[in-house]
């Protein structure tokens, strides 16, 4: 679960929703207001993540799975997903920019 750079407060599963379902990239600490952003690292963590969560539909190109099939295992992927990504959220103080 991701932990303030300022106050140190662990936020929990529903804020760490909250604040990340925006398309806003910054977050405010649910517990002193301070500006946080998710770390690039944990940007491709997540990144990982859905790519996993997608595996199915690449499958499905791939090997000509049943549709039916896809469909059952898709909602279920979806809500692994939901449930694991507030894990590998770290928030910084700092925005971050990939550098190449
Ligand atoms: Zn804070």
Known sequence: MPTCDNCHNKWNWKQTIKKTTTLNPVMTCPYCGEKQYQTQKSKTKIGFLTSIVL??????IFFDMPGAFLLSLFPILTVIFI??????????????????
């Open 55 to 60: 595996l199915p539909l690449l499958l499905q």
């Open 83 to 100: 449930l694991l990504y507030p894990f590998l959220i770290k928030l910084s103080s700092r925005e971050e920019y990939i550098n190449f």
